[in-house]
């Protein structure tokens, strides 16, 4: 089995302009069918088949279904591994195999590992965070801050806010919106059936009806009934990983800034609607308010800061971490080609 980093030659290179269009039509809903999609961006049902086959086949996306960790009542945990550089690699692609683990990267030099991590139920009583890696002779210091809320991520990427389909484009695609009192309603409790879906739509989310009943033993109406009611209920949405070279075509960076709490709602609702930002998320500690950059350069990422970020209302500190490479994206699972 081979893994992303040993795909075709040609994955890692810039998406079309055509291949952008069915990005971002699948981010807005990776379960659109073919026919969905094409009518939206006005091509044949067999072009965007086709199209979506060779992204796929070269290894430059795939669809994933996700579950919101904070609608099943577990909690998730933005780490900082501060580590000798000669044991940052190491440490963090042994990070990245793990199934608890996404979004694990290189920064500061190759000094730093950050990732998110995942636990069952509330509070951090992993054994990855406080037994094995505190342990670990090149690991000098550990953080961990626990996530609170997310301004924009999940489903959202920038490719929604500044990709190529047109208000209406993205109106006939979008699937019907969870309503809030569901994001607000007790954790969802989930029966193996369940887990077992959702395990197989972590893999590949766009895996057809039939695929998945299959697998799980299930008919394919329960299948997608139950598909509809966990992405009703806000548990299961979908997102869309590139290839880990398309990511790394960008400059990227970590940004971690001390907001006042009376003012953190404003400052996040406000770095979500950047178009630099992929991801913001209040999170415990004294830098409140978390952010993915990712723009063109080193100049560009400092324009941003000196403009965008220092007019953020009641900002006090900022630190900054330049993402040096990217070991693992937004699933469980290490992604592999055939």
């Not at 952008?20 to 659109?32: E, P, S, Y």
């Not at 909690?75 to 195999?97: K, M, Q, Y």
């Not at 210091?141 to 990709?163: E, Q, Y």
Request: with cysteine; aromatic share 6%; hydrophobic share 45%.
């Amino acid at each position: 089995m081979k893994t992303y980093l040993d795909a075709p030659d040609d994955a890692g290179r810039a998406l079309s302009d055509e291949e952008t269009a069915l990005a971002h039509a699948l981010q807005i809903n990776g379960r659109a069918s073919f026919k969905e999609i094409a009518e939206a961006l006005g091509v044949s049902d067999q072009t965007a088949a086709r199209r979506w086959s060779r992204l796929r086949s070269a290894g430059k996306l795939r669809v994933l279904g996700l579950t919101d960790p904070l609608r099943l009542g577990d909690s998730s945990w933005i780490v900082r591994i501060r580590c000798t550089p000669d044991a940052a690699a190491s440490i963090g692609e042994a990070l990245a195999r793990r199934t608890d683990t996404n979004w694990v990267s290189l920064s500061s030099g190759g000094t730093e590992i950050v990732c998110v991590v995942r636990t069952r139920g509330p509070g951090l009583r992993e054994p990855l965070l406080l037994q094995k890696l505190p342990r670990t002779p090149q690991v000098m210091d550990v953080s961990a801050h626990s996530l609170l809320h997310v301004f924009f991520g999940r489903d959202l990427s920038t490719i929604n806010k500044s990709g190529p389909l047109t208000p209406a484009q993205a109106a006939a695609l979008a699937p019907p919106a969870v309503p809030e009192r569901a994001m607000d309603a007790a954790p969802v409790k989930l029966d193996d059936c369940d887990r077992h879906l959702l395990d197989l739509l972590a893999r590949d989310g766009r895996a057809a009806p039939g695929e998945l009943a299959a697998a799980t033993g299930l008919s394919q109406s329960t299948v997608r009934r139950r598909v509809t009611e966990l992405r009703a209920a806000g548990v299961l949405y979908f997102d869309v990983e590139y290839h880990l070279d398309v990511l790394q075509q960008h400059f990227r960076a970590a940004l971690w800034l001390e907001i006042d709490p009376a003012r953190l709602a404003e400052a996040g609702s406000a770095l979500a609607a950047h178009p630099e930002v992929p991801y913001a998320a209040a999170v415990t500690g004294t830098a409140n308010l978390y952010a993915s950059v990712a723009v063109t350069s080193a100049q560009d990422f400092y324009r941003y800061l000196t403009g965008s970020v220092a007019a953020l209302p009641g900002l006090r500190h900022t630190a900054t971490a330049p993402v040096h490479r990217t070991l693992k994206g937004p699933g469980p699972y290490l992604p592999a080609t055939a």
